[in-house]
């Protein structure tokens, strides 16, 4: 079993920053790639960022140049710096990511709870 635990949501105001983390436990043998996700109300959840596990990261246009995905693989986290904050990035965020078990297992995808993004004055 693979358990990802997000942190670090909350209320930021508009132009502020948020720090969020998504630590995986359970039973890793390797992590592929990790990323963040979000779900605004009454629409699709989409995707924000991925980073490899080589450290290649990838955006959705809204975000680039505000967001920045990092992760530590010893720890087995991933993290989002966003800064420069805007309304329409109020969301649920979710973390993700591809966990493979035991060698020669393949990856299968998880995911995080979630945590509450609000950006509001």
């Known amino acids: 079993q693979v358990q990802l635990v997000e942190s670090g949501g909350g209320l930021v105001q508009p132009g502020g920053s948020l720090r969020l983390s998504c630590a995986a436990s359970?039973?890793?043998?390797?992590?592929?790639?990790m990323g963040w996700y979000r779900q605004a109300p009454g629409k699709q959840r989409q995707l924000v960022a991925t980073?490899?596990?080589?450290?290649?990261?990838n955006y959705a246009d809204s975000v680039k140049g505000r967001f920045t995905i990092s992760r530590d693989n010893a720890k087995n986290t991933v993290y989002l710096q966003m800064n420069s904050l805007k309304p329409e990035d109020t969301a649920v965020y979710y973390c993700?990511?591809?966990?493979?078990?035991?060698?020669?297992?393949?990856?299968?995808?998880?995911w995080g709870q979630g945590t509450q993004v609000t950006v509001s004055s």
């Open positions: 993700n990511a591809a966990v493979s078990s035991r060698p020669g297992l393949g990856h299968f995808d998880y």
């Open positions: 980073i490899t596990s080589g450290g290649s990261a």
């Open positions: 359970g039973s890793i043998f390797s992590i592929g790639a």
